[in-house]
C-alpha cells in the first residue's frame, strides 16, 4: 500500500511567508475617547496613498481626501463613513487616528508601534 501525502494549502505553516499574503496585523487605538481597530496598511494601499498626496501637494482641501483614505483603508467599518460624516469629526481627531495608522503602518516616526 502506498503513503499518500495530502497537501492542505489552508495551512499557513507549511506554506511559510506565502501563507502570510494577505493578512493584516491590527491595533487599538484612542479615537474620541473610544477605542478603534485599525490594521496596517497594504504596500499596495500606501503606494496609491503616497500617489494621491503626491499628486494634490499644495491642495489643503485635496489634502483632506487623503486623510479620509489613510482612515477609510485603515479603521474597521470607516469604509460606510460618508464625506459629511468624515465632516463632523474634529480635523484634530482625525489628524492624530491617521498619524497613528501612518506609524502603526510603517510611514514616518515611530515605526510599528
Do not use: C, W
Not at 485635496?62 to 460606510?80: C, H, N
Amino acid at each position: 500500500m502506498s503513503s499518500i501525502k495530502i497537501y492542505n494549502r489552508s495551512n499557513s505553516m507549511s506554506e511559510g511567508m506565502k501563507g502570510l499574503v494577505g493578512k493584516r496585523m491590527t491595533q487599538k487605538v484612542d479615537f474620541m475617547g473610544e477605542k478603534l481597530t485599525i490594521k496596517k496598511l497594504s504596500v499596495a494601499e500606501v503606494i496609491e496613498i503616497q500617489a494621491q498626496a503626491k499628486a494634490l501637494e499644495g491642495n489643503d482641501e485635496a489634502g483632506f481626501g487623503v486623510l479620509r483614505t489613510v482612515i477609510k483603508s485603515s479603521v474597521e467599518g470607516a469604509d460606510d463613513l460618508t464625506d459629511e460624516d468624515f465632516q463632523q469629526f474634529a480635523m484634530d481627531d482625525l489628524s492624530k487616528l491617521s498619524t497613528a495608522i501612518m506609524k502603526f503602518s510603517g510611514i514616518g516616526g515611530e515605526q510599528g508601534k
